[in-house]
Every structure is written in C-alpha cells, then in structure tokens.
C-alpha cells in the first residue's frame, strides 16, 4: 500500500510563487511514474506535470516555463514549483503515483488528498 499526502498550497496574489510537496510512504517500490493533477471548480482534472523515478518531465502546455517538478528518491518526496501564477492556476492540486503510465491513464494508482491552491487578482 502506499500513502501520498501533500502540502503547501495557499492563497497568493498573481505573479507569486509557491512550492508544493508531496510524500510518499508504505509501499513505494511500485512507484515509477508520479504526477501533479488539478480540478478547478466546474471543470475537468487535468494533468498539470508528471516525472519518473528516473527522472524525464512532462508539462502541460498552459504551465510550461512556468512550473518545475522535480523528485527527491532518498526522500520519497516529489514537488511542484510554482512560480508567475495565474488567477487561472486556482484549483485544487492532487498527487498522482502509479507503477506504470498506462495505470495512471485508465485513473488507477494512488492519490492524494489534495491542496488547494488560490491565486488573487
């Protein structure tokens, strides 16, 4: 079994920054892919960033040159920097492991509790 919790979001003004973590325990050896979703109100999930243990990114494209993730392996830690937000950035961001991408497509593996992110005007 694994367990992801994560932390950091808050409310910032537009053109702030903020981190995001999330830590992984409990069974993690089947954790290859992990991922940073988002849900703003009335809308779809969507996959903002995702990483493997052996390190390649990808980004949606609406974050691109604006957000970072990156993953501590001796930590069991993976993090979303945020940095240049948007009012459109508000929702709430969930972390996402699974053993293999094709898990993670049909909506399997492990979530988080999620954290809510609020950018201001």
């Known amino acids: 079994q694994v367990q992801l919790v994560e932390s950091g979001g808050g409310l910032v003004q537009a053109g702030g920054s903020l981190r995001l973590s999330c830590a992984a325990s409990?069974?993690?050896?089947?954790?290859?892919?992990m991922g940073w979703y988002r849900q703003a109100p009335g809308k779809q999930r969507e996959l903002v960033a995702a990483?493997?243990?052996?390190?390649?990114?990808n980004y949606a494209d609406s974050v691109k040159g604006r957000f970072t993730i990156s993953r501590d392996n001796a930590k069991n830690t993976v993090y979303l920097q945020m940095n240049s937000l948007k009012p459109e950035d508000t929702a709430v961001y969930y972390c996402?492991?699974?053993?293999?991408?094709?898990?993670?497509?049909?909506?399997?593996?492990?979530w988080g509790q999620g954290t809510q992110v609020t950018v201001s005007s």
């Open positions: 996402h492991g699974a053993a293999a991408t094709w898990i993670a497509a049909v909506g399997g593996g492990s």
């Open positions: 409990g069974s993690i050896f089947s954790i290859n892919a």
């Open positions: 990483i493997t243990s052996g390190g390649s990114t």
